[in-house]
């Protein structure tokens, strides 16, 4: 049996009946066995400030980054909004990559959204790997989970689309497997 994965995940939406919260939940219980999948909440974190950063960074920012310190690898559900990631999920990216160690370095991770687009968040994603780039992040390259016509496909908190579910479950295993060569490559060092 291989070993346990710990996951953290980010979810972009705040809203009540967040599709891609809904998204994480069916990525959760699609993920490889032996995962585990933390959230980590992020819409009561204060707007980046530098000001406040010389202050000390807040004790959830400073919580996030030890979680994400301890994980395999790291989750974001993104919604897209005006063509970009959520500003609190930004907001988020930018107060953990001012800490030391900054913890998106070197980490495998994976992206999906959906929204009410047929696009599915296709533009939010680039963005999102765009910065995971910047930040040293290893993103997974596919699958690339797009899910659009979010209102159709989640009906009473059900994720009625069997192929976006497939390829949630596709993804925790490229997720798995970027993890398992990564522990590998660094054992050998």
Known sequence: MSEP??????????????????????FSERAPAGTTVETIEIGDWPLYDADLQAQGFPDKVQ??????????????????YNYSISGVLKNAI??????????FAGKPMAVFGA????????R?????RQM???LDGRMVNKPEVMIGAAHTKFVDGKFNDEVGAKLLADLGASLALAIRQAKAAASVK
């Open 132 to 134: 995971m780039v910047f």
């Open 94 to 103: 930018d107060w953990l990559s001012r800490m030391t160690p900054q913890p």
């Open 124 to 128: 939010a994603q680039y963005h999102l």
């Open 63 to 80: 919580a996030a980054q030890k979680a994400m310190l301890a994980a395999d690898g790291i989750v974001f559900a993104t919604p897209e």
């Open 5 to 26: 994965i710990k996951l953290v995940a980010f979810c972009g939406s705040l809203r009540k009946g967040s599709f891609n919260r809904m998204a994480l939940q069916v």
């Open 115 to 122: 929204s009410g687009g047929p696009l599915g968040t296709g």
